[in-house]
């Protein structure tokens, strides 16, 4: 069955600090991952797609399937980071199911 | 555009009861689907609508249904309520051709059973 593994809660940083949330994944396939982001008081977004390799805010995850995983990472974080990172794997087609990790806090101090 | 709307944001109802969830997705988006999130969870896939048909089900008894009108909203129905059913509903809206993985999601519907 299909699984993400969050394993922090909270991560906490002070600014300026390297920053690195991490994701595992399940799935025998080929899965296509993401990262969502919600900020205090808005909604759950899309952050980046692992096919896209793109780096958004800063942001990079590389898909690592050997280890499967998916880790989220910025070489300096700024305050406006804080907020809940959702890891989250797609299986399946065109009508895809996402699965979601449990989610991580990421609080970045002054 | 407002984006994805539900409706109603709060609501509590007792055990045994029922509800109806709400849900009008993004302008030009056709296809719906439902996640619930417990406290400190992230959300879990109920089920997805696409042309009014229930296209994709996660692991949820049928005491939780659906439907989708030909306008593309969407209701979240769930029968003889349960205390375990305290959760947020988010609505999750999207288009089927071209799609990137990008969700667009609501702001929530959050339920209280008591």
């Known amino acids: 069955a299909q699984r993400v593994t969050q394993p922090e809660k909270l991560l906490s940083v002070f600014k300026g600090a390297p920053v690195e949330l991490k994701c595992n994944y399940s799935y025998s396939g080929s899965p296509e991952l993401f990262w969502y982001v919600q900020y205090s008081r808005q909604r759950l977004q899309l952050l980046l797609r692992h096919i896209s390799r793109e780096s958004i805010k800063g942001f990079t995850a590389d898909l690592n399937k050997g280890e499967t995983s998916f880790h989220l990472k910025k070489p300096f974080a700024q305050e406006e980071d804080s907020a809940m990172y959702y890891c989250?794997?797609?299986?399946?087609?065109?009508?895809?199911?996402?699965?979601f990790g449990s989610g991580t806090k990421l609080n970045v101090k002054p | 555009d407002a984006g994805v709307t539900q409706s109603p944001t709060h609501l509590i109802k007792t055990r045994g009861q029922q509800v109806t969830l709400r849900c009008s997705p993004k302008?030009?988006?056709?296809?719906v689907s439902w996640y619930q999130q417990a406290l400190g969870q992230g959300p879990q896939f109920i089920f997805q609508y696409y042309e009014e048909e229930e296209r994709q089900r996660g692991n949820f008894p049928d005491r939780f249904s659906g439907h989708q009108f030909p306008n593309y909203s969407s209701e979240l129905n769930v029968n003889a309520l349960l205390l375990g059913d305290s959760a947020l509903y988010l609505c999750a809206s999207r288009r089927r051709e071209g799609f990137n993985g990008e969700l667009f999601f609501g702001e929530g519907s959050r339920l209280t059973v008591l």
């Open positions: 302008s030009g988006h056709d296809t």
């Open positions: 989250a794997l797609t299986v399946g087609g065109n009508f895809n199911k996402f699965y």
